[in-house]
Every structure is written in C-alpha cells, then in structure tokens.
C-alpha cells in the first residue's frame, strides 16, 4: 500500500489536517479554564463546521476534567481521517 502517492492525497491530507487543526482549536477554545479560551461564539461556529472530526473530542471535554485525553482523541480521529481520504482518492486499477 502506497500512501500519498498522487497529488490527490497528498491535497486531500493537507486539507484533512488542517480541519482537524481547526477542530482541536475550537475544542480547546471552548471553556474559559482553557488555554486557547476566546470568545465562545466563534468557538462555537468552530466546532459547529468541524462537527464530524471534532465531536467525542467535543464530548469528552464537557465531560472529563483533563485536556491530555482530547489531544489523544484527535490524533485517533486524525489517523482515521487520513486512512479515508486517502483510500477516498487513491487510483483505481484497470485489472
């Protein structure tokens, strides 16, 4: 399996990592206690157009008291994301 061989992917998985980027912003954003805190509206419209990547990251930080963990969700769901897309754009064989 070659992994970001066309120009496709490697597009596709920069785009992909600068979603979740932005997710993880919006995450980590959110509480006043945080410490990339702004204001929660934009945080908020953040979260919202990053929805699919950024949702049990989401979730877990409502929830749990440590941010560790959130850093470790996104990274899955990156790892995740990454394997779509580039199964998503990869070149199909005429065999």
């Known amino acids: 399996m070659k ?12 785009l992909m ?9 919006g995450v980590l954003g959110l509480l006043p206690k ?3 805190y702004w204001d929660s509206t934009y945080s908020g419209c ?3 157009l990053t929805l699919p990547v950024s949702l049990v990251s989401f979730v877990y930080h409502l ?26 754009t990869k070149e199909k064989d005429d065999c």
């Not at 990592?17 to 912003?25: Q, S, W």
């Not at 995740?80 to 897309?85: G, H, K, N, R, V």
């Open 3 to 14: 992994i970001l061989k066309t120009k496709k992917q490697k597009i596709g998985s920069l």
């Open 17 to 25: 990592i600068t979603y979740n980027l932005l997710g993880l912003v």
């Open 34 to 36: 945080d410490p990339f």
């Open 46 to 48: 953040l979260i919202l």
């Open 63 to 88: 929830v749990g008291n440590s941010l560790y963990p959130v850093f470790i969700i996104q990274g899955i769901v990156l790892i995740l994301s990454l394997l779509f897309i580039n199964d998503l």
